[in-house]
């Protein structure tokens, strides 16, 4: 089992872009897909990006593409979101989560465990 911890949040201008961490603990952290996810006040945990377990396959929500990249460094147990462009509608709370990655599919891959840390605020101003 993998246990993680976000980090990075913060205020960021319009435009602006913020780098978010995501410390996991746990030596099956190289097994694991990883993704982020994001709760909005009042509306309901979204998917944000995802990347498999060597890094090599990413997916995206169709809001965050071209603007969000997620990476990972496997040697250090970490995983980053670079978020640039920043909106106001990104003001969320960020939380990362290891799960299972489906090759076969033609829909969303990442599948998340039930396991969520306690999250980073992101409030982006306008």
């Known amino acids: 089992q993998v246990q993680v911890a976000e980090s990075g949040g913060g205020l960021a201008q319009a435009g602006g872009s913020l780098r978010l961490s995501c410390a996991a603990s746990?030596?099956?952290?190289?097994?694991?897909?990883m993704g982020w996810f994001r709760q909005a006040p009042g509306k309901e945990r979204e998917f944000v990006a995802a990347?498999?377990?060597?890094?090599?396959?990413?997916h995206y929500s169709d809001s965050v593409k071209g603007r969000f990249a997620i990476s990972r460094v496997n040697g250090e147990n970490i995983v980053k979101l670079q978020m640039s462009n920043l909106k106001p509608e990104d003001t969320a709370v960020y939380y990362c989560n290891y799960g299972t990655w489906d090759y076969d599919t033609s829909g969303p891959p990442f599948a998340p465990s039930n396991a969520w840390g306690q999250g980073t605020q992101v409030t982006v101003s306008s």
């Open positions: 746990g030596r099956a952290f190289t097994t694991y897909a």
């Open positions: 990347i498999n377990w060597s890094g090599d396959r990413v």
